[in-house]
Nanobody
Framework: QVQLVESGGGLVQAGGSLKLSCAAS????????RSWFRQAPGKEREFLAT?????????YYADSVKGRFTISRDNAKNAVYLQMSSLKPEDTAVYYC??????????????????????WGQGTQVTVSA
């Protein structure tokens, strides 16, 4: 069972930056991708970004964060990061990382639905003030 722990959230002014970290521990037979989601009050959990765990770190982003957020990985540390810049008040949410163990589609595939993920962290709060 893989445990995920997010950190790095906090309060930041609009236009500022934050870097979130997600450390993984425990046994995992395989990892296909690690991703970031967020959930604002009263809203559904939203996909933000994903990075494939092997190969050339292929990434995919939601349109809402493309160009502002960057996902990266460190396989040696079993960690994934989310660098967020040009933050807006509407980015305020609890941010979660998640692991997809085995792909169920042929070829390169980017999983964006919450139901497709196997493990979740407890989340870290990001608040962006106007």
């Amino acid at each position: 069972q893989v445990q995920l722990v997010e950190s790095g959230g906090g309060l930041v002014q609009a236009g500022g930056s934050l870097k979130l970290s997600c450390a993984a521990s425990g046994h995992s037979s395989s990892t296909y991708a690690r991703s970031w989601f967020r959930q604002a009050p009263g809203k559904e959990r939203e996909f933000l970004a994903t990075v494939l765990w092997t190969g050339a770190s292929d990434t995919y982003y939601a349109d809402s964060v493309k160009g502002r957020f960057t996902i990266s990985r460190d396989n040696a540390k079993n960690a994934v990061y989310l660098q967020m810049s040009s933050l807006k008040p509407e980015d305020t949410a609890v941010y979660y990382c998640a692991t997809k163990h085995s792909r169920t589609h042929a070829g390169v595939y980017y999983y964006t639905n919450i139901d497709e993920y196997d493990n979740w962290g407890q989340g870290t709060q990001v608040t962006v003030s106007a």
